[in-house]
């Protein structure tokens, strides 16, 4: 059975840290590009980021790539567990939402594009809140 699971959600604190997994079952994870999104209360989602299938690059959507670069959001692969991880750190209460994981195999640098991709996950949910 073919399946993406996220887990590592919950409810944290201004400033705390999430480390947010995407776990495959039924195919090779390091096979495809993995992509993050999240979904704020009522708002449409929005990319947060991808790692390459192609050379494990990682991209940040426009308003996130500040962030990546400061080390706020990494996103990591581990083929041993067929997961890939979206570390968040010092996180704000605007990071709250529905955070989903995507899988596609021809996706790279055109990762935003949600509508191509194969897989995605159920989501978790990540409050930030004090």
């Known amino acids: 059975q073919v399946q993406l699971v996220e887990s590592g959600g919950g409810l944290v604190q201004p400033g705390g840290s999430l480390r947010l997994s995407c776990t495959a079952s039924g195919f090779t994870l390091a096979d495809y590009t993995v992509g993050w999104f999240r979904q704020a209360p009522g708002k449409g989602r929005e990319g947060v980021g991808s790692?390459?299938?192609?050379?494990?690059?990682?991209?940040?959507?426009?308003?996130l790539r500040e962030d990546a670069v400061r080390g706020r959001l990494t996103i990591s692969r581990d083929s041993a567990k067929n997961a890939v991880y979206l570390q968040m750190n010092s996180l704000k209460p605007e990071d709250t939402g529905v955070y989903y994981c995507?899988?596609?195999?021809?996706?790279?640098?055109?990762?935003?594009?949600?509508?191509?991709?194969?897989?995605w996950g159920q989501g978790t949910q990540v409050t930030v809140s004090s």
């Open positions: 995507a899988a596609d195999r021809e996706l790279d640098w055109n990762w935003w594009n949600q509508d191509e991709y194969d897989y």
């Open positions: 790692i390459s299938r192609w050379d494990e690059n990682t991209y940040f959507g426009d308003a």
